[in-house]
């Protein structure tokens, strides 16, 4: 059974910074993509970064491209997301999730993503 589990979420002033943790067990991590996705209330699910099994590759909506970084562990099955210069409109629910195998195009899709994590809440104050 695939899990992942998510921490770091918060409550930060804006301009602060966070760093959210996902560590996946139950599947080959090193061969798996990764995805962070994110969902503020009365929204739907909004893709935020994307990293290839690797670690080489990653991807980024443009509303955090410059101020989030997503990263890899894979010795210790665990995605990141390092985030900057945080503002208000960021405020939502972030997720990770695991690529369905094959290609990692398109990656935008939550429908292309297999295995969920349950949420952490990030909250940034103006």
């Known amino acids: 059974q695939v899990q992942l589990v998510e921490s770091g979420g918060g409550l930060v002033q804006a301009g602060g910074s966070l760093r959210l943790s996902c560590t996946v067990s139950g599947r080959t991590f090193s061969s798996t993509a990764m995805g962070w996705f994110r969902q503020a209330p009365g929204t739907e699910r909004e893709f935020v970064a994307a990293?290839?099994?690797?670690?080489?590759?990653?991807y980024y909506s443009g509303s955090v491209k410059g101020r989030f970084t997503i990263s890899r562990d894979n010795a210790k099955s665990t995605v990141y997301l390092q985030m900057n210069s945080l503002k208000p409109e960021d405020t939502a629910v972030y997720f990770c999730a695991t690529k369905r195998p094959g290609s990692m195009w398109p990656f935008k899709p939550p429908t292309t993503y297999e295995n969920w994590g349950q949420g952490t809440q990030v909250t940034v104050s103006s």
């Open positions: 990293i290839n099994p690797s670690g080489i590759n990653t």
